[in-house]
DNA sequence: GCAAAAGTGTTTCAATTACACCCATGT
DNA sequence: ACATGGGTGTAATTGAAACACTTTTGC
């Protein structure tokens, strides 16, 4: 107990569920990039594991376990996805406390986090029996409240790629302005002009010197996105950093 | 435990706090808005309440209290408001979950909420002897991470005022232009021009009719927030409805 | 040469900013 | 009358959007 300044009487002892503690559990959205079963144009997954026991046996879920109370917020939702694909988070930060009384038989508050990683080819070997990617809007019904919870975080994805650059978490070290723009167009739902998205881009990017050959066009520069120079310029969204 | 699927034996049984369970808060940091001390101006105040028990006894620190299992978070959040000062808040929001592992002696996570509420002068008469009101930017050393929490909350209002209609929150239900342009000045920190303000302001208002005589000057015009027509519009940050 | 995408230039439009100016009221 | 803020008008600036056009590669 924290933070108890004033504890009326009536407050002290409640109904029934007394000595009933809340548990605590940390969950992770996992976004990664990767193109689409049929359209083959880039889209967004995130990986799922299948419960093993009650509640909801069977059905899918959102990677995650109960707070350990020797580990950080962050550090399980690191572990989280470690186990799940194997890799740390390019980006990782916290979406939200989710408590309502009857989203689990039991009394569970999930603190959720989302992440972005690169969709490497490695990543499918991590996947074992009990885990599994969808694409994010064809994911079938969940437990608990899981699939708002997704629904929520692809709406933060949405908004935070818009004023922030993220975007280039799903994608190897240096980059073409085409993939940056396709991850963009993947996140947003809609094209976007190249001409502008280029002059745009370029004003937060540094080239690399080398470009892309090989395919029947010319050849595009690569870019990286540059390492901020104070250790985080503006806090704005307490990612957790590595 | 909600969602969790895979469980190696190596992270089953941790180090040695075993059997200790992470127990869960939720605190509130509550905003108004009151003439400062010694300018006069529209400031951002803060009620704090005085801790009563180890640890940190006697230091001021942000009302809250333990999660009870048969309670929501923003219930809870409701409730140390309603103790605080009074009043149902005006805008309710969860701010994050803090929960490092030295943050208090035991191990707590907290997951605060921020709310504006009126600074009606009832208000006043709520403050007992464990609470009292403090400028948000000079509040002394607080118990556990609380003036972390604070500066991020602060943050937090700042940030959202700029894209979010949130200031009425702090005024009456009916309020003149000036009124209004004083909560942003009081948050952001900075002048604005009073006829840019206006247009863009009358974008998001609806006029009374009335206006607000008695000063020795041309009587203001009297607006309102108009309800939203829709539940919530854009239901963009999962902001607490009443 | 042709297709396809990279990359450049230009025009239009909307929103913000700065600031000059008039209006209505109490003293 | 005049001080004080309420309220209106307007020009300058900025950035986003739309789109025509040139460049460089593989075939």
Redesign the pocket.
């Known amino acids: 107990m924290t933070i108890h300044a004033e504890a009326p009487a009536d407050r002290v002892t409640p109904t029934a569920v007394e000595d009933e503690r809340v548990s605590l559990a940390v969950s992770t959205v996992i976004f990664a990039l990767r193109p689409h079963p049929v359209t083959g144009e880039p889209t967004i997954w995130l990986p799922l594991v299948r419960r093993i026991r009650e509640p909801h046996l069977g059905r899918w879920a959102l990677p995650g376990g109960p707070l350990r109370p020797d580990e950080d917020l962050a550090a399980s939702a690191r572990h989280t996805l470690e186990r799940t694909t194997g890799f740390a988070p390019r980006y990782l930060e916290q979406l939200y406390a989710f408590g309502r009384i009857d989203r689990s038989p039991d009394r569970v508050v999930s603190i959720v986090y989302w992440a972005l990683v690169r969709a490497e080819e490695d990543a499918h070997g991590v996947v074992g029996d009990n885990v599994e990617w969808f694409v994010a809007d064809e994911v079938p019904a969940l437990a608990f409240d899981h699939n708002e919870i997704i629904e929520y975080a692809l709406t933060r994805l949405r908004a935070k790629i818009t004023y922030s650059p993220i975007a280039y978490r799903f994608l190897p070290e240096e980059f ?3 993939q940056l723009r396709e991850v963009y167009e993947a996140v947003l739902g809609r094209r976007l ?4 998205f ?3 881009a370029l004003r937060h990017l540094e080239p690399t010197g080398r ?1 892309l ?9 690569l870019y990286r996105f540059p390492a901020p120079a104070s250790p985080s310029p503006l806090t704005f969204a307490k990612e957790e950093s590595r």
Chains 1, 2 share one sequence.
């Open positions: 073409t302005l085409a002009d190249p001409a502008n280029r002059r745009q470009c050959s090989g395919r029947n066009h010319r050849p595009p520069a």
